[in-house]
């Protein structure tokens, strides 16, 4: 089992920036990928970028160039680094993390963009 506890989220301007982080815990070792999804209201939830254990990095289109996904093996832990942000950023963003046989999810963190 993984446990995935995401913080960080919260009001920004358009423009603005913000920072996520997720920090898995249980059978780590057996992660390969970690990555962040997002969901707005409705819409289904989407792929936001993606990290794996060898460093292998892919962005949805949409954030390419203003979000940066970088992990801390040592801490478990990866963030998400959102700049420029639109108001079409706003929405619930989760952290995923995926084993051989199971994917985990965390519980999401609010981000809006608003002025």
């Known amino acids: 089992q993984v446990q995935l506890v995401e913080s960080g989220g919260g009001l920004v301007q358009p423009g603005g920036s913000l920072s996520l982080s997720c920090v898995a815990s249980?059978?780590?070792?057996?992660?390969?990928?970690m990555g962040w999804y997002r969901q707005a209201p409705g819409k289904q939830r989407e792929l936001v970028a993606t990290?794996?254990?060898?460093?292998?990095?892919k962005y949805a289109d949409s954030v390419k160039g203003r979000f940066t996904i970088s992990s801390d093996n040592a801490k478990n832990t990866i963030y998400l680094q959102a700049s420029i942000l639109k108001p079409e950023d706003t929405a619930v963003y989760y952290c995923q993390a995926e084993t051989l046989s199971a994917a985990y999810w965390g519980l999401g963190t609010q981000v809006t963009v608003s002025s």
């Open positions: 990290i794996g254990n060898l460093g292998n990095i």
């Open positions: 249980g059978t780590v070792a057996r992660i390969y990928v």
